[in-house]
């Protein structure tokens, strides 16, 4: 039994038993502060999700007797717009709720596909090693000399920026960090005692590697995963902003800072409002990896 395995097996025995789960355990012991950040990430999911059934208009309805209209609050505000209205007069709430979805699900099937990519090519290159793994490597250490945003340039430029291909795009970006970190934590595991014994037992290749080594290297692919999250809804905004992402007038919140930038003198809420959405995520997402990685590290037990 791995070191992780024998670490989780009175929780889950517990959980056999009628008694909390992984997750009853592991939110027992989360702090104040991190309830209060779980609880907040948990409603955003919320606010996601049911973004077509709780926006209160139709995000690309324009109202041009009602442009320009600033956040409830203000002078000049109007009532039945909270957070003020863009250059078209559409509801800037409505737009965020849409633009959050559709953000969130784009760097979450990214983050998915950088992920899978990266710990599959990281484990291959950690435990076939040989020039095989040297090809990976230097496929990594190329990946990490271009700059992401010529890749995305270039892709989009050859296949469109349709949202499959951003989609696709954005999921290459960041599996190199996971290919070196996962690579560096199989070799280091790949030494321990216990894997040791069971080369020596005659065990198969496939059973050492989910068996023995990858689960204790989760903590630090979780780890990577929530910075890889936080990341990609950067990137995700930064082609939107620069018009390389979903095309208007279907909102993310990239775009609708992007769309503001003309407005920030005298209407900075169009670009305020989803700014502030975008970096409130990012550092929710963070701040649980930051939990997860001391709840779940083996060893500070």
Known sequence: MTELTASL???????????????????SR??????????????????????QWIAPFDPDAQKLLAR???PMGFAGANTTNILGTDQLGRDLLSRTLYGLQLTMAIALIGS?????????????AGYARGWFGGLIMAVVDIQLAIPFTLIALVVIAVFGNSLPVLIVTIGLAGWETYARIVRAQ?????????????????????RILLKHILP?????????WTMTFSA???VESSLSFLGLGVQPPTATLGSMVGLGRDY????????????????FVSLQVLLIGDWLRDALDIRLK
């Open 264 to 279: 920030l003198a005298s209407s900075a809420w169009i670009a305020l409002v989803p700014a502030i959405a975008i970096m």
């Open 30 to 51: 989360a702090n104040l502060f991190t309830r209060i950040n779980l609880s907040v990430f948990a409603l955003i999911l919320i606010l996601a999700t049911l973004a």
């Open 232 to 234: 990609l809804i950067l």
């Open 68 to 70: 320009l209209k600033p």
């Open 216 to 224: 204790n290297i989760v903590t630090p692919i979780i780890v990577v």
């Open 112 to 124: 998915l596909i950088s992920l899978v990519l990266g710990v599959t090519l990281g484990v291959i």
């Open 9 to 27: 097996a009175p929780t889950l025995a517990a959980g056999r038993r009628g008694k909390p789960s992984l997750i009853a355990t592991l939110w």
């Open 186 to 206: 199989v070799l280091a595991t790949a030494r321990m005692p216990f894997v040791e014994a069971a080369v020596a037992a005659g065990a198969k290749h496939d």
